[in-house]
């Protein structure tokens, strides 16, 4: 038996995952990885935050990527999907749509604004960026209870 997820399959873990793991790439090709939040949408990711910060210079720069996500403690609940593709940031975006997706996803863990501190609220709320991350080729899947059990 294959460990691996149908695309179907795949998407929903992606769509259902917590939190995220975006690599990006710096000037000198060395790769960094960061924990994002993030939606998922017409099958590609999408990731806001603020502007300024580096992930953003970094796929302005060189639009290859890779995101993961994973699950399980224990190695028979081992379950991940990994996508390789193109980043591109989002012109214009919808603000509204993002933020109802967004909100629809992780209200009951985000800080509310009014209880963040005032240099928070600035950073997340001047200038906001969001990148679309397009998947290239083949997801890697794996869900390791899939493995048959032998007696």
């Known amino acids: 038996m294959s460990i691996r997820l149908s695309e179907d399959e795949a998407w929903e873990v992606l769509r259902t995952a917590h939190t995220g793991i975006f690599t990006t790439l710096r000037r000198d090709g060395f790769p960094v990885s960061l924990p994002v939040w993030f939606v998922v949408?017409?099958?590609?990711?999408?990731?806001?935050?603020?502007?300024?910060?580096?992930?953003?210079?970094?796929?302005?720069?060189?639009?290859?990527?890779?995101?993961?996500?994973?699950?399980?403690e224990r190695w028979r609940e081992l379950c991940a999907v990994h996508v390789v593709g193109r980043a591109q940031i989002v012109e214009d975006p919808d603000w509204a749509h993002v933020d109802e997706l967004l909100?629809?996803?992780?209200?009951?863990?985000?800080?509310?604004r009014a209880e963040m501190p005032e240099s928070a609220r600035e950073r997340y709320d001047s200038q906001r960026a969001l990148v679309r991350i397009t998947p290239e080729g083949r997801l890697l899947t794996w869900d390791n209870a899939r493995f048959e059990t032998r007696s």
């Not at 953003?56 to 995101?67: E, W, Y």
């Not at 909100?103 to 509310?112: I, Q, V």
């Open 41 to 72: 949408e017409d099958r590609t990711i999408l990731v806001a935050g603020p502007a300024v910060t580096k992930k953003f210079a970094r796929v302005r720069h060189d639009d290859r990527v890779s995101f993961l996500v994973e699950s399980g």
């Open 103 to 112: 909100d629809a996803k992780y209200l009951g863990y985000r800080t509310p």
